[in-house]
């Protein structure tokens, strides 16, 4: 059941729910492409190591405390650039939606808006910039995790936050298509509404409610998928059986900043 921002005519429910049901079918296709299919790695030194295995729980790092403060930027600011081309093909309320979200997608609404941390995984258990950047130059370790650990699941526990797992993009440019689907359809579902419901549009204390809702959803859209390329946004089981084929997790450390995820079962490895 959709739980909404505020409580729309129905009409304008219909609309919100035609773009969740969009988003959900949207990253169903792509959940098949971005399959983990073997274990992923996380590369900490010794102190990471112990509290890692002491606490049995992984640490995700609040996203306005990453490494690289700028690592969220470029993807908002593709996302405002998509928005920008797009507007030339729209009529005058498409481009005012695309106005009204370029003004939104914004890193300091952004920051206000979203509550979420982020733990990163590398594929590669053998990876000579990871052993530099994250195990204490080569002298810590590659902890692994075994793929059941990042299984979708389609209902969460109750005492467990939602959790994504997906793919990151650097590339503009590969990131650029994932960006452009969800800009594009809430933006054709918007417009349809607006001529379909003018006089509810027409109305400010109904219209703008309804089009900052649908903006948001469109960010919480790109977030998962366009921002930062990760995918897909489904619920991921947090625990493994202790042995099972494991291998990964890589993740950041700063008090007041951390959200933690059980975790069982590991293999390490050391650099050679």
């Known amino acids: 059941m ?23 079918d949207y990253f169903r296709r792509q959940d098949a492409e971005n399959e983990i299919t073997g274990p992923l790695y996380h590369y900490t030194d010794a102190r990471g190591l112990r509290g890692i295995f002491e606490s049995e729980r992984i640490w995700f790092m609040h996203h306005q405390h990453l490494n690289d403060p700028n690592e969220l930027h470029h993807g908002l600011e593709l996302g405002r650039d998509i928005a920008s081309q797009l507007k030339q093909n729209e009529d005058a309320r498409g481009q005012f939606f695309l106005d009204e979200f370029v003004q939104t997608f914004r890193r300091e609404t952004f920051d206000k808006g979203f ?9 590669h258990r053998d990876d000579l910039g990871q052993w530099r950047a994250y195990a204490d130059k ?3 370790f590659a902890i692994g995790f075994s793929r ?20 990151v993009k650097y590339n503009i440019e590969e990131m650029r298509p ?34 900052r809702e649908m903006i948001w959803r469109l960010i919480a859209t790109l977030i998962f998928r366009g921002v930062t390329g990760r995918s897909p946004p ?11 084929d494991s291998q990964d997790a890589h993740q950041g450390y700063r008090q007041s900043a951390l959200h933690p995820a059980e975790m069982a079962g590991a293999k390490v490895g050391q650099r050679r």
């Open 2 to 24: 959709t739980r909404y921002l505020t409580d729309h005519p129905q009409p304008l429910k219909d609309v919100i729910n035609k773009y969740e049901q969009w988003s959900d």
């Open 115 to 123: 509550e979420f941390y982020i733990a990163s995984f590398s594929r």
């Open 138 to 140: 080569g002298r810590g």
């Open 148 to 167: 059941k650990l990042f299984e979708i699941v389609q209902e969460l526990p109750p005492d467990k936050p939602p959790e994504f797992v997906g793919i």
């Open 178 to 211: 994932s960006s452009e689907a969800p800009i594009y359809k809430a933006t054709e579902l918007f417009v349809s509404a607006a001529n379909a419901n003018a006089d509810l549009i027409a109305d400010e204390k109904i219209g703008r409610p309804f089009m």
């Open 234 to 244: 489904r619920h991921f089981g947090t625990r493994c059986d202790i042995g099972a």
